[in-house]
């Protein structure tokens, strides 16, 4: 079965510098990666995912990740964070051969100070 | 939290009580699912239905049922059979997943606390 890891509990970041949440994965097929942001008390909110073709993607909010297939990692980047973005982000994977099996990561808290 | 409801955002159980909790979409996706999230252990999924009148068991299924009469609702009863019900559950809704490739798109979450 898949799984996925956020190695990071916590993240902190000083604003205005460049900030990585760490995603890595194991799936038997080809994955589908997804990344998502949840503030306190609220749902998640869908940032970017990789399904094909370019291993950089390009997502809400001025964020990225970069698929990397040899790593089997799923890193998600900003070039400048903002105290806006402290928040929680889960890194997600499907594999492409199985139906309605999304796994989730323990979670990152982002912490983004001024 | 676009096109999808979940009510109330606190519910209180009694010891042996049956809850229900309420999630509707008007985003007219096929596919809606339950999750449960822990501190820590990020999200666990519940329940989920493909079509209406249709639905699976996901990880933790054990102590809640489900039911999917509408497609626009999907509706989730914690019973008194879950012994430790204490979570925030968060209901998501996708286009048909034919190929995964599909976000799910969520709720804005109930927090269940028992008395």
């Avoid at chain 2, 955002?9 to 909790?21: A, H, M, P």
Wanted: net charge positive; aromatic share 14%.
């Amino acid at each position: 079965a898949q799984s996925v890891a956020q190695p990071e509990d916590q993240v902190n970041v000083a604003e205005g510098n460049p900030l990585t949440v760490k995603c890595t994965y194991s799936v038997s097929g080809n994955p589908y990666l997804f990344w998502y942001v949840q503030y306190p008390n609220r749902g998640l909110q869908f940032l970017l995912k990789y399904i094909t073709g370019d291993n950089l993607v390009k997502g809400s909010y001025g964020f990225e990740a970069e698929f990397n297939k040899s790593q089997t990692s799923f890193h998600l980047k900003k070039p400048s964070a903002l105290v806006s973005d402290s928040a929680l982000y889960f890194c997600a994977v499907r594999d492409m051969r199985r139906d309605n099996d999304m796994r989730f990561g323990a979670g990152t808290r982002l912490t983004v100070k001024p | 939290d676009g096109g999808i409801t979940q009510s109330p955002k606190y519910l209180f159980r009694k010891e042996g009580q049956n809850v229900t909790l309420s999630c509707e979409q008007n985003l007219n996706h096929d596919a809606m699912y339950w999750y449960r999230q822990d501190p820590g252990q990020g999200l666990r999924l519940i329940y989920y239905s493909q079509i209406v009148n249709d639905f699976q068991k996901g990880d933790i299924a054990e102590g809640y049922s489900v039911s999917r009469e509408k497609k626009e609702s999907f509706p989730l009863t914690v019973t008194s059979a879950q012994k430790n019900p204490t979570a925030f559950y968060l209901c998501a809704s996708s286009t048909f997943p034919t190929v995964n490739q599909e976000t799910q798109y969520f709720g804005p979450g109930t927090r269940l606390l028992v008395l």
